[in-house]
């Protein structure tokens, strides 16, 4: 049968259109631009406020040297060896340096307390802290091992005599520290750099805020922290204080006997101030804490006590709690408590200024008795 074209063309036109009946729907749905849009929003925020370690030297530093003294404490006690923490000679104020021994005991240090004959094997201290079995023991350049240690009356049983040896004599123990390998030199160094223009980050060990560079920190076998500096043991903490000289900013590691830890950071006002980072303690928890400083508005928060210290203007102990005879009751120069003399320079001090709100605050009481008094009366 013929066919003709038109015919044909109806049939091309109708497949044609069934065609776009049947073929799917292009674009998105309103529901899925919606989910986009706010995981992008999302995605940003995080982004924004995110802070690279590298934006933030100082804190990266400090965090470092807190991994660094946990590492060594769990590796001294799985390992049962002695670990110590000292700044590394070569570069004392950029780097630190981990070293361990096959001992039970930290470095110890120590004076005859009673003079030792020539055969004597027990030999009296006037501290024996620090020292444990094992140890080998130097004393006045005579080498022997500890036999045992008597902590009630400290004293040492030595495996062979040392000779006689005066009073004072100095007791030390010997030891061939080891640098651990574990520990790569990017981890030991706070002054870890990304770029020529990043902050220098400087530390410092100080012992009652006197700055101390034969700082030492020593673990023993049992996880138990020991702080010498270049006299012996230590019953202060110790502080390692990390500067970044461009922004004038501190943080600090604060390191107590036995082996807790306190991190603080400052962030510096108008001079040199602080504000806050974290804490740690031995179990590892983390807490907010801050730190305080002079010249600017600083303040260091810790276990929910607040102390500000700044300028004159601020109340501290250098202003006597309020109570002086300067502006807002400082007492310049002068950390007594001044007796608030009438007429002193400045703002009116504290017992004034306490004396004029006590007469106002009663003379405003008995206007408003006066005047309920008198609404009273009427009523009746």
Do not use: H
């Not at 980072?277 to 179990?283: I, K, L, N, R």
């Not at 109340?315 to 300067?326: A, D, M, P």
């Amino acid at each position: 049968m013929y066919k003709s074209p038109f015919f044909k063309l109806r049939s091309i036109l109708l497949l044609a259109r069934n065609d776009q009946r049947t073929a799917p729907v292009s674009g998105y749905t309103l529901m899925e631009l919606v989910v986009v849009v706010v995981v992008i929003g999302i995605l940003s925020g995080i982004v924004v406020n995110a802070k690279p370690w590298y934006e933030n030297p100082l804190k990266n530093s400090q965090d470092r040297l807190q991994s660094v003294i946990k590492t060594a404490r769990t590796r001294a006690v799985n390992s049962t060896s002695t670990y110590r923490i000292t700044a590394n000679p070569n570069n004392p104020s950029q780097a630190i340096q981990v070293q361990r021994i096959r001992s039970g005991s930290c470095q110890a240090n120590a004076t005859l307390r009673e003079a030792s004959l020539a055969t004597d094997t027990t030999i009296a201290l006037n501290d024996v802290s620090g020292f444990a079995i094992g140890d080998r023991l130097k004393v006045g350049g005579t080498e022997a091992d500890a036999l045992s240690v008597n902590f009630g009356n400290s004293t040492i049983t030595l495996g062979a005599p040392v000779g006689e040896k005066a009073v004072g004599t100095k007791v030390e123990t010997v030891k061939n520290w080891k640098n651990d390998s574990a520990f790569l030199d990017e981890d030991l160094n706070v002054n870890k750099k990304v770029s020529q223009n990043n902050a220098d980050i400087r530390m410092v060990g100080k012992f009652d805020n006197a700055a101390e560079e034969n700082w030492s920190i020593c673990i023993n076998s049992r996880g138990l922290v020991s702080l010498f500096d270049a006299d012996g043991m230590m019953t202060s903490n110790l502080d390692l204080v990390l500067t970044n000289p461009r922004t004038n900013e501190e943080a600090k590691v604060v390191i107590f006997p036995g082996g807790a830890m306190n991190a603080t950071a400052i962030a510096m006002g108008s001079g040199s101030g602080g504000g806050g980072a974290g804490s740690e303690s031995p179990t590892s928890s983390e807490s907010p804490t801050g730190g305080g400083g002079t010249g600017g508005e600083g303040s260091e928060i810790s276990g929910g006590e607040t102390e500000t210290s700044g300028g004159e203007t601020g109340t501290s102990e250098k202003c006597n709690n309020g109570v002086g005879n300067g502006p807002e009751g400082c007492s310049p120069n002068d950390k007594d408590n001044d007796e608030c003399p009438t007429g002193a320079p400045g703002a009116p001090c504290r017992a004034e200024k306490e004396a004029k709100e006590k007469a106002e605050k009663e003379a405003k009481e008995k206007e408003e008795k006066e005047k309920d008094s008198k609404e009273n009366e009427g009523k009746k």
